[in-house]
């Protein structure tokens, strides 16, 4: 049978790989609490984001590498499969309408694609005056995008792995504890060559990271490795 997308449309892009072995890996990075990363991810590959202690947010973008102007767009990706939550089968959407990758496992269950980066902006607002100084993932973002000739202009609503954001009947959005457990993992097929941009999420004033934001593992495959 042909693998769907959560759409229920036939895909070409979704498979049900065999289990990844990461010693096979061509590229294996931890990047730390709180830091920012970015790198390429070629047409093929496969992009395993892992939460290696739990209950930790993954902020992520996806750009074309080779035409920053076409980037992942929430809205689209949201209409595309007709859910709100970003799983096993979801299509990433471009703002021009491509497919930018297809998330092809998940051992999580769900990830928010509503609620966006936390900013300075919005910590004051939502925490008070005193939480205004700190560092937040819009400016992980900022001096990440900057490394590819990009400016703050270029960041746009986000994936957040593994955020638990609950949608509640009023259409309100609830940021609450994550279910993501040590180990769980997230796979993206890349069906055009990527830039991904990860804010290893540094928020402290919402459950998202327990309270404690810790380490995440960044692993990409070749095909003959998957």
Same mark, same amino acid.
């Given at each position: 049978?042909?693998?769907?997308?959560?759409?229920?449309?036939?895909?070409?892009?979704? #498979?049900? $790989?065999?289990?990844?072995?990461?010693?096979? #890996?061509?590229?294996?990075?931890?990047?730390?609490?709180?830091?920012?990363?970015?790198?390429?991810?070629?047409?093929?590959?496969?992009?395993?984001?892992?939460?290696?202690?739990?209950?930790?947010?993954?902020?992520?973008?996806?750009?074309?590498?080779?035409?920053? =102007?076409?980037?992942?767009?929430?809205?689209?990706?949201?209409?595309?499969?007709? #859910?709100?939550?970003?799983?096993?089968?979801?299509?990433?959407?471009?703002?021009?309408?491509?497919?930018?990758?297809?998330?092809?496992?998940?051992?999580?269950?769900?990830?928010?694609?509503?609620?966006?980066?936390?900013?300075?902006?919005?910590?004051?607002?939502?925490?008070?005056?005193?939480?205004?100084?700190?560092?937040?993932?819009?400016?992980?973002?900022?001096?990440?995008?900057?490394?590819? =000739?990009?400016?703050?202009?270029?960041?746009?609503?986000?994936?957040?792995?593994?955020?638990?954001?609950?949608?509640?009947?009023?259409?309100?959005?609830?940021?609450?504890?994550?279910?993501? #457990?040590?180990?769980?993992?997230?796979?993206?097929?890349?069906?055009?060559?990527?830039?991904?941009?990860?804010?290893?999420? $540094?928020?402290?004033?919402?459950?998202?990271?327990?309270?404690? $934001?810790? $380490?995440?593992?960044?692993?990409?495959?070749?095909?003959?490795?998957?």
């Amino acid at each position: 049978m042909q693998p769907t997308s959560l759409s229920g449309r036939a895909s070409p892009f979704i #498979a049900s $790989p065999a289990a990844l072995d990461p010693t096979q #890996a061509i590229y294996d990075f931890t990047i730390p609490a709180n830091r920012p990363w970015s790198g390429l991810v070629e047409k093929g590959q496969i992009l395993r984001i892992v939460d290696l202690q739990g209950c930790q947010a993954v902020d992520t973008l996806f750009y074309n590498a080779h035409d920053h =102007g076409e980037r992942y767009s929430a809205q689209d990706t949201i209409l595309d499969q007709g #859910a709100s939550y970003v799983s096993a089968g979801t299509r990433l959407i471009s703002n021009q309408g491509g497919i930018l990758g297809v998330v092809i496992a998940d051992s999580c269950g769900r990830h928010d694609t509503s609620a966006g980066a936390c900013s300075c902006e919005a910590n004051t607002v939502r925490f008070g005056h005193q939480t205004r100084f700190m560092h937040a993932c819009r400016e992980n973002f900022v001096i990440e995008v900057s490394k590819h =000739g990009m400016t703050k202009r270029d960041v746009v609503p986000n994936i957040n792995f593994f955020m638990n954001v609950p949608i509640e009947p009023t259409g309100a959005l609830a940021i609450v504890d994550g279910v993501s #457990a040590p180990g769980d993992y997230v796979d993206v097929l890349a069906t055009m060559d990527l830039l991904c941009v990860i804010s290893n999420c $540094p928020q402290i004033n919402n459950p998202c990271n327990g309270f404690d $934001p810790s $380490p995440v593992q960044v692993l990409i495959f070749d095909p003959s490795s998957a």
